[in-house]
């Protein structure tokens, strides 16, 4: 699909430049509804804040929606809104790289394959080829790379076994050529909802001085805003990209009293006033995480589109 696209939709790679210089961390908004595109694009907009729409393998079957669709909501809802502010569409967790040729035929500008499960020399392969494949098309690839499998968590007692080696990140890194790291250092991924949320600052400031590639923490939910800061605003650049996905969701279904997720294709059928009202609860917590959490208002500015 040959895609004119704006040139305020960029690589993750660009956008990612900009948080690292200015240290404020991009936030990685996950719409699972396309009806959640619009407010998410407007937060930004209202807020002079770059950012980043998101959605992930695993939300694309579970919500009922093809790459296709989302990327043609999303490219609909920038031209209607007139977006200025840059904004990258990227693919989240994707174990298949079908699902990964898909996204960027679509117009996707960024993809992640997480093969973090995998054994570390099988990881560096599948995202070896991914990088190959994306960055022919002019698309950034963000990789994950833990030292062992989630499912291993119940028999350990201790997070660090889970937390991303730093010589290793380098090795990976090295080895694959990817654009950015989701790396493990203590915040809560699934699993790691066990344990109190704190960041490993010295071992992210490890990462950080052996790997030249963008850092990114996943699971920034019931991270306080103090803590998720100072993970980006470590010295020579931290934290780069924060994910922010079930905190949409509840404030779109809390806001119609609705407690059940629902499909894509339900959504699209909810009465006009009530979608509104979702939209409306969607826009005020990407403005408050802007704002409050990421530091990323008012930094639009600094890119020369």
């Known amino acids: 699909m040959n895609r004119i696209k704006s040139s ?4 993750l790679t660009a956008a990612l430049e900009m948080s690292e210089i200015f ?3 991009t936030g990685s908004f ?3 509804y396309t009806a959640m595109i619009a407010p998410v694009l407007k937060a930004g907009q209202k807020t002079a804040s770059p950012l980043i729409v998101q959605i992930s393998q695993k939300e694309l079957e579970r919500y009922g929606i093809t790459p296709f669709e989302f990327a043609d909501e999303f490219y609909k809802q920038v031209e209607a809104l007139a977006i200025t502010v840059p904004v990258v569409l990227h693919l989240d967790h994707t174990k298949e790289l079908q699902v990964i040729k898909d996204a960027i035929e679509a117009g996707f500008t960024s993809v992640m394959i997480d093969a973090s499960e995998k054994p570390f020399e099988e990881n560096v392969n599948i995202t070896k080829e991914v990088v190959e494949y994306a960055h022919s098309k002019g698309v950034s690839v963000e990789a994950e790379l833990g030292m062992i499998g989630t499912t291993d968590f119940i028999e350990t007692d201790k997070d660090e076994e889970l937390y991303t080696d730093p010589v290793e990140a380098a090795d990976f890194v090295k080895q694959t ?3 950015a790291l989701a790396v493990s250092c203590g915040t809560a991924h699934g699993v790691y909802m066990v344990r109190e949320p704190k960041v490993d600052y010295g071992r992210l400031t490890a990462i950080r001085e052996l ?3 963008h850092l990114v923490l996943h699971g920034g939910s019931g991270v306080p805003s ?3 800061q100072k993970a980006f605003q470590l010295p020579n650049g931290g934290v780069s990209k924060v994910n922010i996905a079930t905190d949409l969701e509840l404030a779109f279904l809390g806001a119609i009293n609705r407690e059940e997720r629902m499909s894509n294709a339900e959504c699209k059928l909810l009465p006009a006033e009530e979608l509104l009202e979702g939209q409306n609860a969607v826009e005020e917590t990407v403005v408050e995480k802007i704002t409050e ?3 990323s208002n ?3 500015s600094h890119f020369k589109l």
């Open 226 to 228: 103090e803590m998720m």
């Open 211 to 213: 790997t030249p590639v």
């Open 293 to 295: 959490f990421l530091l």
């Open 23 to 25: 240290q404020y961390a």
């Open 177 to 179: 050529g990817v654009d």
């Open 30 to 32: 996950s719409p699972r």
């Open 8 to 11: 305020n939709v960029i690589s």
């Open 298 to 300: 008012n930094k639009a």
